[in-house]
């Protein structure tokens, strides 16, 4: 296969702190040779574990985004015991143009493990795939629901088969502190960055940090403490490693949202209204939201219950809902036992 086609102006394997820009071909009617840039930092102490932090694999879920951004302004290379390596805002059009896809309509997070010959989003892909994952002991890579969805705030994981890494993976899970964690399933379609990193063998930590088109400043918060957090769990970031006992808080909420009966979608348009608020317990058949038909006010709100027993995870933010639209998700308490146990 053909060297990938996207260039570090950094380079990753040199002491202290960088800041510089991956740059990838562009091809469009301003010319053939021009070039498309993605910031990228590199801070790099003595020998310890690398870890991969990324924001903006989705255009508009801003939280992790400013967390990355953060760590690039306040971290410098004393800080840090082995190498962090940032990349703020992978999806730079996406995210000023305040969307999920790229304006192109590529999902970027459906591009892996991606082809140096590809289309740009194939190409960065695969630079992750063969240059960046393999430096990596950790990738964290930080998500919300962005306009669509508000997500109780949290980090979240894939429950992986290998026993070792499912382990890390939870630990990691935990340190963000957050309320509650998500155990999830792709339930629409491959090529997922967190998937690519998973097969290399990598402890993987995700988030869902809210969403809904507005960042509180306790989310703002919360990305930061965790992230910092999480990267002093891994030994890479020094200070006091914190724990939601040492915080003084209630042990976190776990919840298991693999079964795939949680998320629910409707089948018809309409404005969406919500009747619960996300960290609410249901049970099966309890109405969570409803569907009005604004073009049909003759007919009534149709109503949408729980599929399962459990705790309402992620609402829709947007009232306009197409057809096949995700309304809510919801998931049931496990405990941390059981995940490290494979249940
Ligand atoms: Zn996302």
């Keep these: ?11 990753l394997s040199a002491p202290g702190k960088q800041i510089g820009r991956l740059r990838y071909p562009r091809i469009s009617n301003n010319g053939g040779w021009a070039y498309d840039l993605i910031p990228i930092a590199c801070i790099t102490n ?20 400013i967390a990355a951004l953060r760590l690039i302004d306040e971290i410098e290379a004393a800080d840090v015991t082995g190498r962090i390596i940032i990349i703020p805002v992978i999806s730079v059009e996406a995210a000023w143009a305040f969307t999920r896809l790229w304006p192109s309509g590529v999902n970027f997070n459906r591009s892996f493990p991606g082809r140096p010959d590809g289309p740009p989003a ?10 960046l994952f393999p430096m990596a002991d950790v ?3 930080m998500h919300s629901g962005g306009n669509a969805f508000f997500f109780l705030p949290c980090s979240h994981m894939h429950v992986v088969d290998n026993p070792a890494q499912r382990k890390a993976m939870l630990e990691g899970m935990l340190a963000w502190n957050s309320d509650y964690h998500f155990l999830y399933i792709d339930v629409n379609g491959t ?3 967190p998937v690519e990193a998973e097969d ?17 400043a306790y989310v703002h918060q919360l990305a930061w403490s965790g992230l910092t957090n999480v990267l002093r769990h891994e030994g890479v970031l020094k200070g006091a490693l914190q724990t939601r006992e040492s915080l003084g808080k209630a042990p976190a909420i776990i919840l298991d949202g693999r079964d795939p009966e949680n998320y629910v979608n409707t089948d018809e348009p309409g404005f969406w209204e919500n009747l619960l608020e996300p960290g609410d317990a249901v049970q099966k058949g309890d109405p969570v939201g409803r569907l009005w038909f604004p073009a049909t006010p003759e007919r009534a709100p149709r109503v949408f219950t729980a599929p399962l027993d459990g705790i309402l ?13 995700s309304v809510f998700v919801t998931g049931q308490p496990i405990e941390a036992e059981a995940v490290l146990n494979g249940e």
């Design 191 to 193: 090529g997922l960055l």
């Design 313 to 325: 995870t992620v609402i829709r933010a947007t009232t306009p809902t197409l057809a096949g639209d």
């Design 46 to 65: 003595g020998e310890g574990p690398t870890v991969l932090v990324t924001g903006g694999n989705h255009g508009n879920e801003y939280e992790g985004q």
């Design 200 to 216: 290399q063998g990598k402890t993987v930590i995700t988030t869902e940090l809210g969403g809904g088109g507005r960042v509180p």
């Design 122 to 131: 194939e190409q960065i892909a695969d630079y992750f795939t063969r240059v």
């Design 1 to 11: 296969m053909n060297a990938p086609s996207v260039t570090s102006s950094i380079d």
């Design 139 to 141: 990738v964290i890579d």
